[in-house]
């Protein structure tokens, strides 16, 4: 048996987004932005693609940009929104994904901004008393702090958030990168500025993406070179990928109920069928239904020998999965977001994440693979 748990990674293309994809890649080869009738077939695509996003999401077509990732949807809202307000300060976590990390750590080192980090228990949960006070203290702000964590999937509460950001006036971006598609996005009640998708963490394709942009914001490109995305970002549009982004999140909406009960059970069964069969076994983040994301559960094993080849190992059992440990050296980098929390280093962990193709039988065959293991190397 093969066993691909790492969809927090990437998901499977679902069937009926390929089908979307190879009309398109097959039929409609213009140029979006070329006046003669196969480039206006091609944008037609694409605002048609836009409008069933912002249907669905309860926004304005005009309030969705496509983009080639979740990263650079995430770079576009930090570095413009940034610049182009004249901000001076950024609060964000250390858990938070190196889009977003790294981005605000460049502008830091370049003198561009103060950063500050608000403080975490060891679940993964924001202190948003800390959060008001560094609002508070600070003049306007950037906040920029993601809805569920990748690694340990602990939630944060967006509308907590984005009072806390309306009330001193902070710019509030949040990157939605692995709940998209996963939980449903109300923007006309969710006070963000700037939000956040990648098409392959919800069985769409890879290579697009896009950038929610509120209305009550403005910034200028961060990719110039032409008026695509009207004039907010340069670059000829990947139509055949913004059409399967947009069947794959309407595919998601149509069917997230049931998706949400079946990736939920999947996950309790693991978590009770780890806690039963292997003796010291942990997790790391909230694994509360209500605190953690559905798609994810990152286990903290017992320690045991050669516990750097636990991954490999599962690997060659037909087991994908990622993982990583809390960094215990200066030479090894380990998880950012495990040391943040103040995870074991002396323990492997391994963060398996579902979808809707998993099924028990493959947990029932992980679990046992990794008793196994812990067994040999214990």
Same mark, same amino acid.
């Given at each position: ?39 206006r ?27 080639s990732s ?15 307000? /004249? ?36 679940k993964?949960?924001?202190?948003y ?5 560094l ?18 999937g ?10 806390l ?10 990157d ?63 139509i055949?990928g ?21 990736i ?14 292997i003796?010291?076994? /942990? ?8 605190k ?30 990622s993982g990583?440990?809390a960094?215990s ?28 193709? /998993?099924?028990k ?18």
């Amino acid at each position: 048996m093969r066993v691909y748990f790492d969809n927090a990674a990437t998901t499977p293309l679902d069937p009926e987004v390929l089908k979307e994809m190879y009309k398109v890649m097959e039929n409609h080869y213009g140029n979006p932005s070329s006046i003669h009738s196969h480039g206006r077939e091609a944008r037609t695509l694409i605002e048609r693609s836009r409008k069933t996003i912002a249907n669905l999401l309860h926004t304005s077509p005009a309030e969705i940009f496509f983009t080639s990732s979740g990263t650079e949807a995430d770079n576009t809202a930090i570095r413009c929104s940034i610049v182009d307000h /004249n901000l001076t300060h950024a609060i964000t976590s250390h858990i938070e994904h190196h889009a977003v990390l790294h981005t605000l750590e460049a502008m830091q080192k370049a003198g561009v901004i103060k950063l500050s980090f608000v403080n975490i228990d060891g679940k993964g949960n924001i202190d948003y008393d800390h959060l008001e006070t560094l609002l508070k203290d600070n003049a306007r702000s950037l906040v920029s702090i993601m809805h569920a964590n990748n690694e340990i999937g602990t939630l944060s509460d967006m509308n907590r958030i984005g009072d806390l950001c309306e009330a001193y006036n902070a710019i509030y971006h949040c990157d939605t990168v692995q709940t998209m598609g996963h939980y449903q996005h109300d923007l006309s009640k969710l006070k963000t500025h700037f939000l956040v998708c990648a098409g392959h963490k919800l069985h769409g394709p890879k290579g697009v993406g896009f950038l929610h942009i509120n209305h009550r914001i403005k910034i200028k490109p961060l990719i110039y070179g032409g008026s695509q995305e009207r004039n907010m970002r340069g670059g000829t549009e990947n139509i055949y990928g913004i059409v399967g982004l947009a069947k794959a999140l309407e595919l998601a909406y149509s069917e997230m109920e049931q998706h949400q009960a079946h990736i939920q059970g999947l996950k309790s069964y693991m978590l009770g069928k780890l806690s039963s069969e292997i003796p010291g076994v /942990n997790f790391n983040g909230e694994t509360d239904a209500e605190k953690s994301l559905y798609t994810v559960l990152n286990v903290a094993f017992p320690e045991m020998e050669m516990a750097d080849m636990l991954l490999f190992n599962l690997d060659i059992s037909g087991i994908s999965a990622s993982g990583g440990s809390a960094c215990s050296s200066g030479t090894d980098i380990g998880s950012h977001v495990l040391t943040a929390i103040g995870a074991s280093s002396s323990r492997p962990s391994v963060r398996f994440s579902f979808s809707k193709y /998993n099924t028990k039988e493959e947990v029932d065959f992980t679990v046992a693979k990794v008793k196994e293991l812990c067994l040999v190397n214990a």
